[in-house]
């Protein structure tokens, strides 16, 4: 069994910004680890010799050429923000000062 | 804030060796953004050059600029770095209100230019080499504005407000490895090297290099080591980082800092400093951490990038010559010593010189007018030389004016003057002043008569062989004659006046 603990879980719900109960922080570090195994199975399959992929198709250089598109107006950019202030986005104080 | 102890930089230098290293972000200045068809431009409206792909919005999907693409390639081939036969984007993740998809798509184990060196040329004319660890390519974040608190500062604001205008515009981040033997010339070489890299990026093309808008940005890290020990020390790293002198007074200060830190027997704390340019001095930002861990893994919106060598090879073909190999060429041809070359680069003349020398003025006519005249002119106006508006070929006429003996220099230089106020073509001025050397030999001995009488003294010096002397008959002859006169020819007349051999 692949060791993931619940300080792991822990660990990664805070850097992905999940908030989570220690009934699920323990539920998770179990199915994780079956999850990890599961994966590491597939890692037993390929040889050294096999490049890892990042990709499941053989494309390369898909790309776009340098020439302007469609932008939105400021208005239609914050259509969805919770809220905003002289055009732009209003975000919370980013700083957690005491 | 608390102010940190420093030691003085040369008690420092005595007891420590400084290692460095730099990351410079460079801004491409492509039409279009790294993955979307939104405008690259600075300075327009907030969030008006964004469309869904920039805003992150779900389900959108990004396609790489080949023009992007290319520029790194050319960064990287001007590092003299390899470039990769095929390289792949990383996800970085992290939550910050400037990246509205919660990651940065970047490049993580294999940036498309890797192992190459950079040259660098310092103030003195010692060479040092920069090793270059790899140059990644990602994507610019949004601008942050910090409300009310002070002076628009993170800390103590009540609010931020986001402008997505930047996010996505293509960044090549240059990082070096770690620098070391730069001891106390540490401070200057770092302003070397940021400075070769945006001369660099300017003459290839791909950027505007402007640091004032921030399109080139550096962090500096810096660490100390007793002298004599192979294993670096622990270090910081400087941000916010955007102006040449900056980065000097930055390194310098951090090199301060972390001496007295090592003095009084602590640890340095691994940590990101904030650079603050009214104080010149850096405080702490939050200490590297697990806050740090990125999460990297490969993007799967995009495919690999694949440069063949026929591909790079065709980048390389349209390569600019190097600005350091140019300036040995433009020296060998001028003629100019080492000294003369240096304050021809050093006064940011060197392309006025090399125009005023293609519109046909020789080599040291061009140094003359552009060292001895205008560089002294853009700075009372406070200016750059080029912008001062004198073309090369008004040079070329003045010069021209004063070889066939139609004006003298003293004339030519009131003549610039008047080009500078708007009067006019140099011909144009000196008619409309009346401005003439008297050449006419008749006027001349008349005056020079005059100076002889006034002076019998002078002139029996002169006689008896004093020819030094023949200055006060010359100036007596110039000022009655108003500065009009050719002094050659005035000496030449005053001695066979007095059959003396010159």
């Keep these: 069994m ?18 989570m109960s220690a009934e699920e922080l ?13 994966v590491k199975s597939v890692s037993e399959a390929a040889g050294a010799d096999v490049p890892a992929t990042s990709h499941p198709i053989p494309l390369t250089n898909v790309f776009r050429d340098d020439v302007v598109g469609h932008t939105f107006t400021a208005e239609q950019s914050l259509s969805g923000a919770p809220d905003s202030l002289d055009n732009r986005f209003k975000v919370p104080a980013i700083l957690d000062e005491a | 804030m608390s102010t940190d102890a420093t030691l003085s930089f040369e008690e420092a230098m005595e007891k420590y060796d400084p290692v460095l290293g730099f990351e410079v972000h460079v801004e491409l200045n492509t039409k ?15 969030n008006t050059n964004v469309n869904e792909v920039d805003l992150g919005l779900p389900g959108v999907l990004p396609v790489v600029n080949r023009t992007a693409i290319e520029s790194s390639i050319k960064i990287g081939l001007a590092l003299n770095c390899s470039i990769a036969e095929s390289c792949t984007f990383a996800r970085k993740q992290y939550f910050y209100p400037d990246t509205p ?14 192992d190459g060196y950079l040259d660098i040329e310092l103030a003195d004319g010692t060479v040092f080499r920069v090793e270059i660890e790899r140059a990644h390519m990602e994507e610019d974040a949004g601008k942050l504005t910090h409300m009310g608190g002070a002076a628009g500062r993170i800390q103590g604001a009540d609010f931020s407000l986001v402008d997505y205008n930047r996010s996505g515009v293509p960044l090549v981040e240059i990082v070096t490895k770690p620098i070391e033997g730069a001891g106390s010339r540490a401070p200057e070489l770092a302003k070397a090297y940021v400075a070769a890299v945006r001369e660099i990026v300017k003459n290839l093309g791909v950027s505007d290099a402007r640091m004032e808008r921030g399109n080139v940005r550096c962090d500096a890290n810096v660490s100390l080591r007793p002298h004599g020990r192979e294993r670096f020390g622990i270090r910081s790293e400087t941000k916010n980082v955007n102006s040449l002198r900056a980065v000097e007074h930055a390194v310098r200060y951090e090199i301060q800092r972390h001496a007295a830190v090592l003095d009084n027997g602590n640890p340095v704390i691994q940590e990101t400093r904030h650079w603050h340019e009214d104080t010149r001095t850096t405080t702490s930002g939050r200490p590297k951490s697990d806050a740090d861990d990125y999460r990297y893994f490969p993007e799967p919106d995009l495919v690999p990038v694949v440069a063949s060598r026929e591909w790079v090879e065709e980048l390389r073909a349209t390569l600019p010559e190097p600005p350091a190999a140019r300036r040995k060429r433009l020296q060998a041809d001028w003629g100019y010593s080492e000294l003369e070359f240096r304050d021809v680069v050093n006064a940011g ?4 010189i ?20 205008i560089v002294g002119r853009a700075k009372n106006a406070d200016v750059d030389p080029g912008q001062l508006g004198v073309a090369p070929a008004t040079i070329v006429e003045l010069a021209k004016m004063v070889d066939d003996g139609k004006i003298n220099n003293k004339m030519a230089t009131a003549v610039l003057d008047g080009v500078l106020a708007g009067e006019g073509t140099p011909a144009e001025i000196v008619e409309a002043r009346g401005l003439a050397v008297v050449s006419d030999d008749g006027p001349l001995l008349e005056a020079i008569d005059a100076a002889l009488a006034a002076q019998p003294d002078v002139a029996e010096k002169i006689r008896g062989g004093k020819v030094q002397a023949i200055g006060a008959i010359v100036g007596g002859v110039m000022k009655a004659t108003r500065g009009q006169a050719d002094a050659g020819r005035v000496r030449e007349l005053i001695l066979a006046k007095l059959g003396v051999e010159g």
């Excluded at chain 1, 692949?2 to 908030?19: G, K, P, S, T, Y």
């Excluded at chain 2, 279009?32 to 907030?46: H, I, L, Q, R, Y």
């Excluded at chain 2, 998809?101 to 890797?114: G, L, M, R, V, W």
């Excluded at chain 2, 003349?349 to 006025?352: A, I, K, M, T």
């Design chain 2, 349 to 352: 003349v060197l392309d006025e």
């Design chain 2, 354 to 373: 090399e125009e005023t020398i293609a519109a046909g003025a020789s080599a040291s006519v061009a140094r003359k007018w552009w060292m001895g005249e």
């Design chain 2, 32 to 46: 279009t953004k790294m993955f979307s068809s939104a405008p690259n431009v600075f300075g327009d409206e907030p």
């Design chain 1, 26 to 38: 323990d539920r998770m570090a179990g199915e994780l680890a079956v999850i990890v195994d599961s």
């Design chain 2, 101 to 114: 998809k919660n990651f940065q798509t970047s490049q993580y184990e294999d940036p498309i230019a890797y």
């Design chain 1, 2 to 19: 692949a060791a993931i603990n619940r300080d792991d879980v822990a660990h990664l719900a805070r850097l992905a910004h999940i908030e």
